[in-house]
């Protein structure tokens, strides 16, 4: 199941990384939540959908790959992961720099300085927690596999309903002392199963209609994680958008439509680059 080319994960992760530059085209935006509740309602949701459903597809994928030594595993799945990371992460603060994002930085020598700490910190683009995010993950994988993989159906779903349950408690109750000081991992770590378990009930039964357009947005998501924000405020200052002014119906089209077409740009990057450069797959391109 794991080794053929699944159709609708390339649909899900295509929705997943759309649903992701909408939350930040709609944070760049400065649209006022207070005066517009309901839009702002409407498109936290893809807050809340975008990013587990990345979780999902990811442990649907690796929990249900073949059980490889740990230092095979960590291997492959760092390298796709990281250095594609430290690519980016390097385009973006060098950008960020030549616009004047950082004041404290005068020189060459404190960008290279100042690099690694920032990079650390998150300090370089708050949207790239994530990556800190899969990076944990793949660390227990492993140990996952093999627990999981073992487990019969019913232990399964008891797993997962146990974590539905501590989610909404968490979530209705955050004071709550014996859930305060659970982590972000703990939360997303039930999503990573929670795909495995509907891959394995779910995965083969629904057919989707490959799509070649889908298939080159679900190869370069994790590239176009890592670039889209750089689009976002350029494309909103060539329109002239402004949350602040804007009339209701910009307020409720631009974002999603921005993402869209920052999607695309950074989808056609990602082709250009598969073409002409032949180490793509450490830039964030299947």
Not at 40 to 66: D, E, H, K, N
Not at 121 to 126: A, G, S
Not at 147 to 156: G, P
């Amino acid at each position: 199941m794991h080794n053929d080319r699944n159709a609708l994960l390339d649909w899900l992760r295509s929705l997943a990384i759309i649903m992701v530059a909408t939350v930040h085209t709609w944070s760049l935006a400065h649209i006022n939540a207070d005066i517009h509740p309901v839009l702002a309602t409407i498109y936290s949701l893809f807050y809340r959908c975008g990013v587990p459903l990345f979780v999902m597809i990811s442990g649907a994928l690796q929990l249900s790959a073949p059980i490889r030594p740990l230092g095979t595993f960590y291997k492959k799945r760092y390298i796709r992961i990281l250095i594609p990371f430290f690519i980016w992460s390097a385009v973006i603060y060098t950008l960020s720099c030549i616009v004047g994002k950082y004041p404290e930085i005068h020189s060459l020598t404190d960008g290279l300085l100042y690099y690694i700490p920032y990079m650390l910190t998150n300090r370089i683009n708050e949207a790239y927690w994530f990556v800190g995010l899969i990076v944990a993950l793949y660390a227990i994988t492993p140990f996952l596999q093999r627990a999981l993989q073992s487990c019969s159906r019913r232990e399964l779903i008891v797993v997962c309903a146990c974590w539905l349950c501590y989610a909404i408690i968490r979530r209705v109750y955050p004071s709550l002392y014996l859930l305060e000081y659970t982590s972000r991992l703990t939360y997303f770590l039930g999503f990573y199963i929670l795909g495995y378990l509907l891959y394995h009930e779910w995965g083969t039964r629904f057919q989707a209609k490959e799509s070649p357009i889908v298939r080159m947005v679900s190869d370069c998501s994790y590239m176009t994680y890592l670039m889209h924000m750089v689009f976002i405020t350029p494309f909103y200052l060539l329109i002239g958008f402004s949350g602040n002014t804007a009339p209701l119906w910009q307020l409720i089209l631009v974002p999603i439509s921005t993402s869209l077409i920052v999607v695309s740009i950074c989808t056609i990057l990602g082709i250009l680059i598969k073409k002409i450069c032949p180490i793509y797959s450490y830039l964030g391109i299947n």
